[in-house]
């Protein structure tokens, strides 16, 4: 077995992009290990959050209509003063 290393992308999709063509290799199978390097951006970190949170059933009875006991009426304004 040969390997072969190159540098490639996963978009936000999650999706592996490789930018170049692999002119030798045509038609075949291959095995694929990919290697993440141990720092996380701190933007895709951020994501990762919040996709994570969103699609996260825990919180599905933030939905239930409810939930929501609070009016742009209630309460009092807070001044801020200098």
């Given at each position: 077995?040969?390997?072969?290393?190159?540098?490639?992308e996963?978009d936000?999709?999650?999706?592996?992009?490789?930018?170049?063509?692999?002119p030798?290799?045509?038609?075949?199978s291959v095995?694929?290990?990919?290697?993440?390097s141990d720092?996380?951006d701190?933007l895709a970190?951020e994501?990762l959050?919040?996709?994570?949170?969103?699609t996260?059933p825990?919180?599905?009875?933030?939905?239930?209509?409810t939930e929501?006991?609070?009016?742009?009426?209630?309460?009092?304004p807070?001044e801020?003063?200098?």
């Amino acid at each position: 077995m040969q390997a072969l290393e190159l540098e490639a992308e996963i978009d936000y999709d999650g999706f592996l992009k490789i930018e170049k063509p692999l002119p030798f290799i045509k038609n075949r199978s291959v095995r694929l290990i990919v290697l993440i390097s141990d720092e996380i951006d701190e933007l895709a970190s951020e994501q990762l959050w919040i996709k994570s949170i969103a699609t996260n059933p825990v919180f599905d009875f933030l939905n239930d209509p409810t939930e929501d006991i609070y009016s742009l009426t209630d309460g009092q304004p807070f001044e801020y003063e200098k």
